[in-house]
Each structure stands twice: as C-alpha cells, then as structure tokens.
C-alpha cells in the first residue's frame, strides 16, 4: 500500500493534485481512497488530502505513515513532515519554500521551483500540475507518460482542456530526471 499527503494553502490546487492522482489510480484498475481536509477558509486556509492506493482493498482512507509527501508550502512541511517513513520522499515546492530549512536526513528530499516553472510557461496555476510531474518523476509507483495523459484526462472530462498542463507537468517531470 502506498500511503500520500498532498499539503497546502487552499486555492493552490492541493485537492485537485490528489483528486488527478486517485483518478489515475482508480482508472488503472487499483483500490484507491481520496480524503480531503481544509480550514473553513476557501482560499488561503490550509487544505491537505490523503490518498492512498493498493492492490488490495484499503480499510481506512487516513494515512499515518507517509511514502510520499506532496508539500507546496512551508506550512505543509511543518505540518506533515514527521510522518513521511523512513526511504519516503518529501516534494518540496522550492519557490516558497524556506532557503534555510533543514530537513530529515532518513528521507529523500525533492525539491523543484514549482511555481516559478509554471508561471515562466504561463500558467501560474499549474504549480499543483508541476508538482505531480516532479512525484511522477521521483516515485517508482507511478510512470511519468501514463500520469502526463492522466492530467489530460481528468481535466478534459471537465471539459477543460489546457496545453500549459501538459508543459507544467513535463517541467516538472523534467526537474527530477535531470537531477538523478
């Protein structure tokens, strides 16, 4: 079973990443559960969900011991590093995230310029996109090609499709594999 938190304020698109993550996961035939948490603010409170995915059914959709931890903000650092297990990776959005943050030595720490990729490719609202790219790079459980269509997928059954997604996500893919 493979435990995810993916962290932030609200309006960053934290509910959207899981939500595109558990439909890739749903779409691929495994067991997949989304729980959303956020404040009661709609934008600018902190807003979180877990996600987990296994090939056997999921007792419970809360995750305690964390393989990958999706973090936009410091805040989601400060909230949820603790519980990433040992060998787990922390995604870290560079661009708001502390210069002087000093993070665990028993975790892998991937840290890319989310938010400056997607605003230099122009669209500032990819940033969650960006980031699904760098997990989908840094994480042997999900294949890059297969989760860049996924993106396209659910947005198009939205009936919103954007090219800049694609480009966000490649980005972000593109930041982890040029750092192995």
């Not at 590093?81 to 030595?105: C, F, H, M, W």
């Not at 892998?108 to 997990?135: H, S, Y």
Request: aromatic share 8%; with cysteine; hydrophobic share 40%.
């Amino acid at each position: 079973m493979t435990e995810i938190i993916c962290a932030g304020f609200g309006g960053q698109g934290v509910l959207v990443a899981g939500m595109i993550l558990a439909d890739a996961v749903m779409e691929s035939g495994k067991n997949v559960t989304w729980y959303p948490s956020y404040g009661s603010e709609m934008r600018g409170g902190t807003a979180n969900c877990n996600i987990k995915v296994s090939e056997d059914e999921i007792p419970s959709p809360y995750c305690d011991k964390l393989d990958i931890l999706y973090t936009l903000n410091d805040a989601a650092i400060d909230k949820f590093e603790k519980q990433v297990r040992p060998g787990g990776i922390l995604l870290v959005n560079s661009t708001l995230a502390r210069k002087d943050r000093v993070y665990r030595d028993d975790i892998r720490v991937v840290a890319i310029p989310a938010t400056d990729i997607a605003t230099e490719l122009g669209n500032p609202r990819g940033t969650n996109v960006t980031m699904l790219g760098a997990l989908s790079a840094a994480s042997p459980d999900f294949d890059v090609d297969y989760m860049c269509g996924a993106v396209d997928h659910f947005f198009a059954k939205k009936g919103k499709v954007n090219p800049k997604n694609a480009l966000c996500f490649n980005k972000g893919a593109e930041a982890v594999l040029n750092r192995k």
